[in-house]
Structure formats: C-alpha cells, structure tokens
C-alpha cells in the first residue's frame, strides 16, 4: 500500500467539501414537538420556497450555458453544475449536462462535472449501469494522449469518481463501491493516482465485516488504551485532526451522540493525525496542542496520536484522507465505515440496538 497520503488536492478537497454539503446534513428531529410545529411549518415553507427558486435558477443557467460562449459558457455550466450537486437536484441539470458533454468545447473540470451530474441523475432514476457507462467514458482516453493530461483534469476527474465512490458509501452499497474501484484499477487509460487512489479505497472496503484491526497505545493523557478493552461497545473509530475542518464541523454532532448513546454501550475512540500535516514536527511535540483542542471543545472520549511503526493506525486502517471513520460492532468487527455526519445517528442507533 502506498505511504498515508492525508491531505488531498485543495482542488479536489473543495469539489468534495461541495459535494458532502447536502439538505440532508440538516439535523433537525424528524418529528418537532406540538410547541415547535409552527417554527417547523415555516421552515418547510421555506425550505420549499428555496427549492423552487433554485429550480428556476437551474433552468435560466441551463439556457445561458447554451446561448452563451467562450467563458460565459464555461462559468454557466460550472455554477449550474455546483449548484445542482449542492442542493442535489442533479435530474433538474441533466438536460444541461448533456449539452456541455456534447460541445466539443468543454474541457476539463467544467467536462468532469458534466458527467457527475449526469451520473447522479442516471444512477437516482434507478439506472446504476448507464451511470458506469457515463463513467467509464470520462476515464478512457484516447491512446496518443495517455499520461499527457494535465494535473487539473487528472484532479477533476478523481473528484468526479471519488464523490460517486462515496455517494455509493454513504449509501451502504459497498459492493457496488467496490466493483466500482476494481473497474477503475483494471481500466487501461485510466491515469496512475487515480489507480493508486481506488487501491486504497479497496483496501478500506475490505475491511467490512472483518475484525477491526488492532489499536493499542498511549492515549493523549499518558493513559493506557485499546480498542480491546472496549469489546462488548459499540465504537466509532474516528480519524481527524485539529486542522481538519470537516473534522472540527463534526464535533457538535459527535458530543451529542457520545452523550445521547453511551449508556447504551457505545464509546467514540480518537486517533488524531496532527503529526501527519506537512508543516507539523514530531508526534510528540503535538500532543500539548491536541490537549489543548479537546480541553476547550470538552471531548469526552479517548483520543491516541498515531504514529510511525505499531502506532501507525491510519496504515492499519487504509486511512489516505479525513474525515475518515469506522464503525465497530459489539462483536469487534467493522459494520460500517465513512459515514455521512448527517447519516451518523442511524448507523448508531442500528448498531447499538434499536432506536432512540
């Protein structure tokens, strides 16, 4: 496996934060109190009112991008693209993606999000092999132009496949995910990293349903921890580190799921990964910054700093991004893992028994 490779491509880490920010992400209660059914009424109204503007906004790019040139075009297309994957009203887009696919002028990202969308589209309407057909088109390229594209359209087009990848996770179709990633390795044109890339994904997928490999360690306290000694719980291994800012955005969700299951037998076990950026020294001399992040966000649970050799979980774990988590059974085996925030509680509440 190749070396941990954890932060990504500002490019791609902004496409993906783009891609991750859907209405779901709302956690709001799934059904309000009879004091708070008003304030719920008016927000879906609202929320209502602001889908069907962005409908009309959707119909108005798609009409520009089509009478429009050069990089008007270009910047229709993009925002039409961005806003239908934000708002996840790809079916809305895809009369727009096509015409973008079929004009010999789009290039690059702009071509890469075309094909996102119409992947998402074809795949919601139920139709999961025309999307890895649409798929396979952005990955084959012609044999002259092997390992001649540019480092932005290599990037786009990892975007592009990493965020199907994860929207298949997400929603727990992880051996579609899978035979996905084995596609991707096997095809021929396909550029190197994103080989590379999918390898990782693969090594990851494999891991469910196996027992979670071993974490044992010192925890940022000087205390004695495993993952062992928490047979019996239901526990979320999260990977994340204080300059990740997905990872701080999922503090609040993860202190209130802490305290919402931890009588039920359920325990969140840390492994920070600040020693991995590229301007951090010695594990060490983090752990004091560590302390000081989990002090003053008052986190409950245990947290270890990984390291080189045995302490190296993120190796263990096939972790090459984060956020990245893992959820472990009362049985020590790996149920799930790369859940959603917005998706985090019902993956919980499955695995600890019941619901709320």
């Known amino acids: 496996m190749p070396a941990t490779k954890i932060a990504l491509p500002f490019a791609l880490n902004v496409l993906l934060l ?33 889908l069907d503007l962005d409908r009309r906004h959707i119909a108005e790019l798609t009409v520009l991008a089509a009478k429009a040139r050069g990089p008007l075009a270009d910047a229709a297309y993009r925002e039409l693209f961005h806003l239908a994957i934000r708002r996840e009203l790809c079916p809305d887009a895809r009369k727009g993606a096509e015409a973008c696919l079929a004009s010999t002028a789009a290039r690059g990202e702009t071509r890469a999000l075309a094909t996102l969308v119409r992947m998402i589209a074809t795949s919601d309407s139920g139709k999961s092999e025309e999307a890895i057909a649409s798929l396979r088109g952005l990955l084959k390229v012609p044999a002259g132009l092997k390992g001649k594209e540019s480092p932005a359209e290599v990037e786009a087009k990892l975007a592009v496949v990493e965020s199907y990848v994860r929207r298949l996770i997400r929603g727990g179709r992880y051996g579609h995910a899978r035979e996905l990633c084995s596609m991707i390795c096997e095809e021929e044109t396909a550029p190197d990293v994103l080989k590379e890339h999918f390898e990782g994904r693969m090594d990851r997928l494999d891991l ?19 993952l062992a000694g928490l047979k019996g719980k239901v ?13 701080v955005a999922a503090v609040p969700t993860l202190k209130r799921l802490e305290a919402t299951y931890r009588d039920r037998g359920f325990a969140i076990l840390g492994i920070n990964l600040d020693a991995r950026h590229e301007a951090a020294s010695e594990v060490a001399k983090t752990a ?18 990984d390291a080189q050799g045995a302490g190296d979980f993120a190796r263990a774990y096939a972790v090459e991004e984060i956020p990245a988590n893992f959820v472990v059974g009362r049985d020590g085996k790996i149920v799930a893992l790369e859940v ?10 499955r695995a600890v028994g019941g619901g709320r």
């Open 18 to 50: 783009c891609l991750s920010t859907t209405r779901a992400a709302a956690e709001e209660p799934a059904q309000a109190p009879a004091e708070l059914k008003p304030l719920e009424d008016l927000n879906t109204s609202y929320e209502r009112q602001r």
């Open 340 to 349: 959603g925030v917005d998706a985090l509680e019902s993956e919980i509440s």
């Open 235 to 247: 526990v979320l291994i999260d990977f994340w580190a204080t300059w990740c800012p997905p990872c």
């Open 208 to 226: 469910l349903n196996k027992p979670a490999p071993a974490i044992e360690g010192t925890d940022v306290e000087g205390k004695k921890v495993s």
């Open 288 to 305: 004091a910054l560590v302390r000081k992040f989990l002090a003053e966000h008052e986190l409950p649970w245990t947290n270890l700093l």
